[in-house]
T-cell receptor, first 114, second 113 residues
Framework: DSGVTQTPKHLITATGQRVTLRCSPR?????VYWYQQSLDQGLQFLIQ???????AKGNILERFSAQQFPDLHSELNLSSLELGDSALYFC?????????????FGPGTRLTVL | GENVEQHPSTLSVQEGDSAVIKCTYS??????FPWYKQELGKRPQLIIDIRSNVGEKKDQRIAVTLNKTAKHFSLHITETQPEDSAVYFC????????????FGTGTKLQVIP
């Protein structure tokens, strides 16, 4: 157990819908990262937050948005869902904002769009 | 942009043999290179990492080597065991922007008993 929690574990929804994925970082970690992993694919970096502020953006679609709250938990919002959005979504956390910190991954949320 | 190439994409070895996975990166200023292991349906877990001021690091049966001149780094697993079967991802921390980490495309390692 990495100490990073994600809810829900599984999510099944329909095209066009909107969902919210939640992540709680390890105690004391200020940075949260979101990744998308499609079937048998690598980890695509989406976005990073540090202490409530957006710090880096990767290949995140305009239909997707995220935020980090004062208690440091983060939410990833996916809207106008398409079949291709079906994937495992991981969040990770680290202590500082620098990339040399070890990133600890949560168990992931498996999103299925029908 | 930042790029990490990883080879091979799949690797099968007999139990007890060694496995080597190689990655190359594009930014010569990169200074941190972690390796993650992901078992089927589970989260990626850090198994070893190396910083650019070190050429080699070992942890029991796992070692990572870094060649900064050639901009490549490798994961070496000796005396492989069936439980080593997983997908392995390399990653590199790039120096630009907020120094995000970019992952390679992964290597599916199968250790045959």
């Amino acid at each position: 157990d990495s100490g990073v929690t994600q809810t829900p574990k599984h999510l099944i929804t329909a095209t066009g819908q909107r969902v919210t994925l939640r992540c709680s970082p390890r105690s004391g970690d200020l940075s949260v990262y979101w990744y998308q992993q499609s079937l048998d694919q690598g980890l695509q970096f989406l976005i990073q937050y540090y202490n409530g502020e957006e710090r880096a953006k990767g290949n995140i679609l305009e239909r997707f948005s995220a935020q980090q709250f004062p208690d440091l938990h983060s939410e990833l919002n996916l809207s106008s869902l398409e079949l291709g959005d079906s994937a495992l979504y991981f969040c990770a956390s680290s202590v500082r904002r620098g990339g040399t910190d070890t990133q600890y991954f949560g168990p992931g949320t498996r999103l299925t769009v029908l | 942009g930042e790029n990490v190439e990883q080879h091979p994409s799949t690797l099968s070895v007999q139990e007890g043999d060694s496995a080597v996975i190689k990655c190359t990166y594009s930014d010569s200023a990169s200074n941190y290179f972690p390796w993650y292991k992901q078992e089927l349906g589970k989260r990626p877990q850090l198994i070893i990492d190396i910083r650019s001021n070190v050429g080699e690091k070992k942890d029991q049966r796992i070692a990572v080597t870094l060649n900064k001149t050639a901009k490549h780094f490798s994961l070496h697993i000796t005396e492989t065991q069936p439980e080593d079967s997983a997908v392995y991802f390399c990653a590199a921390r790039f120096s630009g922007g907020y120094q995000k980490v970019t992952f390679g495309t992964g290597t599916k390692l199968q250790v045959i008993p």
